[in-house]
């Protein structure tokens, strides 16, 4: 049998196979094309300039002895890289790494036996492929944990973030994945955590990256023929921080890139950190897959915070911004804004300006004025415990028993209208409804909100229930 470039790079990858991470072998021997085998040099056809300069920084031992065992102590190997013409010609062009080596291998190819000293590889702040785009941390150090005050809302989320902060990679909770409502502290606490790694390890490599900007990254790399050189890029980074990573819901490209880069930087030790509007059991149209990694470590939900944390906060924004401010004022600016952090230090920076641009003394009236305003704009905005008390009253009931173990049908069909509603209009978790609304589960409220479709469609009485509670809510 005549001995081909094809027969030996399978013969070598088959050897390169048995000795690597699946992972590893898939990113980067996979691609691999063979090109021609000459005497006893084997070119390859690799991606990029960064693909040859990572597989020489990593791989190139295990070349070197797959490659010899197949063609003998004199074998060598020569890469051909693909790569674009940056002079505005779209066609591709070919580039041969020249050589750093003497021997019988051509001086426009390239001889690597030898593991050579890139200093290129030290700096991996550049995108490969993507000239002169310098990547930063993109951190605000301005949300650290200092100003992420704590409370019981939001105690085991600031708790592990600061674990991951301390030991990066090292703890259970990778990835990290935080989530609730709009305004709860999710991208503060991302930035908290990613601002404290780099005081701590300032040689790790962090990147805060919104989902959508991500997705934009890839698209554009898919647009330049640049992907191996996008998830190389990520391949590098230490601590990942992905925000909103809802966004990649039904874009099955990103999903797939992000699966690979997540799989890479998992095995090798590194921190992923997510924040998310949702529990990962509510993301719709995010592949299974992902999501069973997104549960490989801790989902920390942010809830509203109560009333003590709310006093603490504005207290705590007032003296930021070096402000005084009456307690009685205070505490009812707290008690009347409940639906999220940002709106209620929204509501604070009003009264502070009001006063200012209209130097009137703040008042118990002003603010009333104040809150007013912000209260309609956030109507829309109900809480689970209002639309239990509204579900209950419409059926005559009180809250207890809705939230009872009965098995009584009107009061069943109440719970899971209370629970289809509160998946309607609120941004909690399909766990937190059920653990509000009777100590269930998230499985139950999930099947509320199918029974309660299906009897929409088939049973006119109870599709009135809905449309007179719809009213009550809207």
Known sequence: MSVTANSVWNNCLAFIKDNIQPQAFKTWFEPIKPVRLSEKALSIQVPSKFFYEWLEEHYVKLLKVALTKELGEQAKLVYIIKMENTYGNKEPFTERIPSTNRGNVSSQEMDVPVKSKNPELKNPFVIPGIRNIKIESQLNPNYNFENFLEGDSNRLARSAGMAVANKPGGTSFNPLLIFGGVGLGKTHLAHAIGVDIKDKYPERTVLYISAEKFTQQYIESVKKNTRNDFIHFYQLIDVLIIDDVQFLS???????????IFNHLHQNGKQVILTSDKAP?????????????????????????????????LKNKLYRDGVEMPDDIIEYVAKHIKTNIRELEGAIISLIAQSSFNKREVTLELAQQVVEKFVKNTKREVSIDYIQKVVSDYFEMDVATLQSKTRKRHIVQARQLAMFFAKKFTKASLASIGSQIGKRDHATVLHACKTVDNLAETDKQFRKYIEDLTKKFS
């Open 250 to 260: 039904g874009k099955s490209g990103t999903q797939d890139v992000f699966f690979h």
């Open 281 to 313: 059991v509510d993301m719709q149209d995010i592949e299974q897959r992902l999501l069973s990694r997104f549960k490989w470590g801790l989902s920390a939900e942010l809830q509203n915070p109560d009333y003590e944390t709310r006093i603490s906060i």
